[in-house]
């Protein structure tokens, strides 16, 4: 079980994620699809960390899909495992959202729309439901 400094760090790590959120949602409503979508990237990235914390883990990485494969957990692991394929979609964000050089011919700010920023926004969020679920929040 967790102790009262893992679950206080979850928490913090889990209020981060949730904000990130909250802050690609602005910048989706701003027409800031790129980095909306970076920001949901981001907050899943987070949600798993606060889990791996809940845990008395320490979590590496960026990709949200190996934080969950990784969990050994194995009860948590086979819940999120529901949720692969919206963290694929996530992952798949982590580099093109940022960099010139992550896509051919294009920029990021060419290259995301509305249509993404609302993908990632779906995914994210049931990402966080089930990291709430699980960290009993």
């Not at 701003?30 to 987070?46: D, P």
């Not at 529901?82 to 700010?109: K, S």
């Not at 729309?113 to 990632?120: K, M, Q, R």
Request: with cysteine.
């Amino acid at each position: 079980m967790a102790t009262e400094q893992n679950i206080t760090e979850a928490r913090r790590w889990f209020r981060q994620a949730e904000d990130d959120l909250s802050a690609a949602r602005i910048l989706s409503a701003n027409q800031k699809f790129a980095q909306a979508c970076f920001l949901c990237q981001q907050s899943g990235e987070k949600a798993l960390k606060a889990i791996w914390y809940w845990l008395d883990k320490d979590p590496w990485g960026h990709s949200i899909v190996k934080l969950i494969e990784d969990l050994d957990h194995k009860t948590i692991r086979s819940n999120l495992l529901q949720l692969r394929d919206r963290a694929v979609n996530l992952d798949r964000l982590y580099i093109p959202t940022r960099y010139p050089n992550g896509l051919p011919e294009l920029v990021p700010l060419e290259a995301f729309s509305a249509s993404d920023s609302d993908l990632a926004e779906k995914g994210v969020r049931e990402i966080l439901e089930a990291a709430k679920e699980i960290l009993k929040l």
